[in-house]
């Protein structure tokens, strides 16, 4: 009875919510209260086929209208689904395995180059015959062949550093990122492989092999609305796949195996546990998850550079494991939602939002000191271009206060 | 050939002086490290708060008038004191904000704390300076003392710039190490470090001695921040991030919570990346230049690593206890 009050109450949480955002699409609040009603089907006692049911309802076909009334909406949950399936690789190499990486986006980097050169006229600079870019049905083979790349950079960083201890480690794959970063960034000469700082454009989008269907049912829909859908569909179904993946290892003898290693390496090795292979693939399982979203990442933003894969985004990415909770998945996914919304809505909605008072130029009388007019609100102050102070105050008080995370892993938790 | 040998005493000299910055910053690193067993990440913030000091310190004096008036000697002291004493202060405050709370933890959990300490520091700096100045890219004044040039041979002409780091990083590291193995305060350092536990039994105050060596190794950095700022003019929040890596990875380089290692990889470190900065396109015939020194940096650094685990001169960290 209880189950089914709390299943009906989140379906009108839903409905209203959604109503809502579609009246006022330019409203963050509305669209935020739509993205919690994902975090409430986790909290909700309900059984799990009503979850899957509603949250499908709600991913699949809810977002996606919303989306086509307000744009920005679905690029927002593009960009949140990058970032969870990166955390997702993230999650398995400090979750699960316990190694701190701390140049996680140097793997993102590699495979977006990989089909940003290849997927772009860039490839004639070293390859000639004109035969660059290559049709954009080449990107599904590239978006396979990135996960096997991932994998083998994954492991051949892992090779040499993962006798190291974890401070040394973390300080390593930060050096492996660094010389990654430099790498791309001065790799326009002798021969030009990057364009070095200037990054590569345009890149192939991946391909519409579905439009001649759109068209047998009557659909007409333009390429500029069509893409953004296209992306949030394949990000939704590499998210989905990654977080299946994660599921079946966590609770198999690999990932068994990562934990106790985690726990404790000495005695994971005595029990039998092949401590070095067991690491490499983590390493590697991890690197091939962030390598298929660079691919991704490349054909969606037709244009990258160097910048897009500075150690900020690297810590941005552990930043959102360790505060949705290590090893544990949900807390993987709701740390990226997050930061990604904390960084893209929340703090330049508030920025909007000051820019709106320093104009309205109303007076805030404060008791005993005064009137002060909001007018000379100081222009420096935008909370968007502060992100990383935020960022650094959220890590420190989340450190000393819930230092596991707000979704810890279950098992931990029930300890 | 020629050229390469007409370059190398400028060559030299630049490493020197870039070695010697590395070693100061190194030295926080690992004095921390030999104390706490972690990597204060947010240390390369406290050594761009000494370069910010040290510029907002030359600015004060200028616009008072009183940059002309005074001997450059003293303004010089001046500065370098203000910014020693701000950047230890700044590190001790930094310890028992964000580390103090989780010691006992695991040391993910700190680390991750540094970090945020870090950034948070960056944009606090960033802050500051643009509601203070409007603007976060600070030139530092120039002093005509420390613009003349001491000639030495026809191929090597020494800034004064270049004098004042070499001379004040030798005196402080003479200081340092007379403080660290000659007094009680350096004793109680070095117990610490060796096992804290122990320390803490003979009646060393731990977590004062833990504060003192963040007061220290903040004071080195914020010298460092000055030096690096006078010798490079313009600062700006965000410049820490490289020098710190690379100064940690000196750190490593001579084997972390080892002092005289901190000197040795910072000075080694320096002088490798002066050649690679100047080298580099002479070997390849500008096929790679001088772009490439910070790869040249980090590979050295995992190179090292993988061959010599605990760095050149050997670790100098407690066991860890099983």
Not at chain 1, 303 to 319: R, Y
Not at chain 2, 56 to 74: D, F, K, R, W
Not at chain 2, 136 to 156: G, K, R
Request: aromatic share 12%.
């Amino acid at each position: 009875m209880n189950s089914k009050l709390a299943t009906l109450g989140l379906c009108a949480y839903i409905a209203v919510s959604c109503l809502v955002a579609f009246f006022f699409p330019q409203s963050v609040l509305a669209f935020l209260s739509v993205e919690a009603s994902l975090l409430l089907l986790y909290y909700v006692a309900a059984p799990r086929r009503v979850k899957i049911f509603l949250g499908a309802l709600v991913l699949v076909v809810l977002l996606p209208v919303l989306g086509s009334v307000n744009g920005y909406y679905l690029e927002v949950a593009i960009q949140i689904g990058i970032y969870v399936a990166l955390a997702l690789g993230l999650n398995i190499v400090v979750g699960f395995v316990g190694l701190l990486n701390l140049g996680f986006v140097a793997f993102y980097a590699i495979d977006a180059y990989l089909w940003a050169i290849f997927g772009s006229p860039q490839a004639n600079a070293f390859i000639p015959g004109g035969l660059f870019p290559l049709s954009p049905n080449w990107f599904f083979v590239f978006l396979l062949l990135s996960i096997v790349i991932g994998a083998l950079t994954g492991a051949l960083l892992g090779l040499p550093v993962l006798r190291l201890r974890g401070d040394y480690l973390a300080i390593v794959t930060l050096g492996f990122a660094e010389v990654v970063r430099a790498l791309v960034n001065n790799l326009d000469k002798p021969v030009n492989l990057t364009n070095g700082p200037r990054g590569i454009s345009p890149i192939s989008k991946p391909p519409l092999f579905f439009q001649p269907l759109l068209e047998f049912f009557g659909l007409h829909v333009t390429e500029a609305k069509l893409y953004p859908l296209y992306f949030y569909f394949l990000i939704l179904v590499l998210v989905c796949t990654i977080i299946l993946v994660t599921r079946r290892l966590e609770n198999s003898r690999i990932g068994r195996a990562w934990k106790a290693i985690r726990e404790d390496e000495i005695a994971a090795a005595a029990m039998g546990v092949p401590v070095v292979r067991m690491k490499l693939l983590g390493f590697a399982v991890g690197a091939s998850f962030a390598s298929a979203v660079g691919v991704l990442f490349a054909a969606k933003q037709v244009f990258i550079n160097p910048e897009s894969f500075t150690f900020m985004e690297s810590i941005g990415v552990l930043a959102m494991v360790i505060l949705g909770g290590m090893g544990s998945i949900p807390g993987a996914i709701l740390g990226a939602t997050g930061v990604t919304i904390l960084n893209l809505q929340l703090l330049k909605g508030m920025s909007l939002w000051l820019n709106g008072l320093r104009q309205s130029g109303a007076e805030l009388t404060i008791p005993l000191l005064g009137s002060y007019s909001l007018s000379q609100l100081p222009a420096q102050f935008e909370p968007a271009k502060y992100e990383r102070m935020v960022f650094g105050l959220i890590l420190i008080l989340m450190m000393i206060f819930r230092p596991q995370g707000v979704l810890p892993p279950t098992r931990e938790r029930k300890q | 050939m020629e050229l390469a040998l007409e370059i190398l005493p400028q060559v030299l000299l630049d490493g020197i002086v870039l070695g010697f910055m590395y070693a100061l910053i190194a030295l926080g690193y690992t004095m921390v490290y030999g104390v706490l067993e972690f990597i204060n990440f947010a240390h390369s913030e406290i050594f761009v708060l000494g370069a910010f000091v040290g510029v907002e310190v030359l600015l004060l004096l200028q616009s008072a008038g009183y940059l002309a008036i005074l001997h450059p000697l003293i303004i010089l002291l001046l500065v370098i004191v203000a910014s020693m004493v701000i950047s230890g202060f700044a590190a001790m405050a930094l310890e028992r904000v964000a580390y103090r709370p989780l010691l006992g933890g695991p040391r993910l959990v700190a680390l991750i704390s540094a970090i945020g300490a870090s950034f948070f520091l960056q944009d606090g700096l960033r802050l500051f300076e643009s509601l203070w100045r409007n603007t976060f890219y600070l030139n530092y004044p120039s002093l005509e003392f420390l613009d003349q040039t001491v000639p030495l041979a026809a191929n090597l002409v020494i800034p004064v710039k270049s004098i004042l780091v070499i001379v004040t990083a030798l005196m402080t590291l003479a200081g340092l190490y007379v403080f660290v193995n000659r007094t009680k305060l350096g004793m109680a350092i070095r117990a610490v470090a060796q096992d804290p536990d122990t320390a803490s039994l003979m009646g060393v105050p731990v977590n004062q001695v833990i504060a003192l060596t963040f007061f220290v190794g903040g004071a080195l950095g914020g010298l460092a921040g000055v030096l690096f700022g006078i010798h490079y003019s313009l600062v700006n929040p965000y410049t820490g991030f490289i020098p710190g890596m690379k100064a940690f990875t000196a750190a490593v380089l001579g084997g972390i919570g080892n002092i005289p290692g901190a000197m040795v990889g910072g000075m080694m470190l320096g002088l490798l990346e002066a050649f690679a900065a100047s080298y580099l396109s002479l070997m390849t015939d500008g096929a790679f230049g001088a772009e490439y020194k910070d790869v040249v940096a980090f590979l050295v650094l995992i190179l090292i690593l993988i061959f010599r685990t605990k760095g050149l001169l050997g670790e100098k960290v407690r066991e860890s206890k099983a």
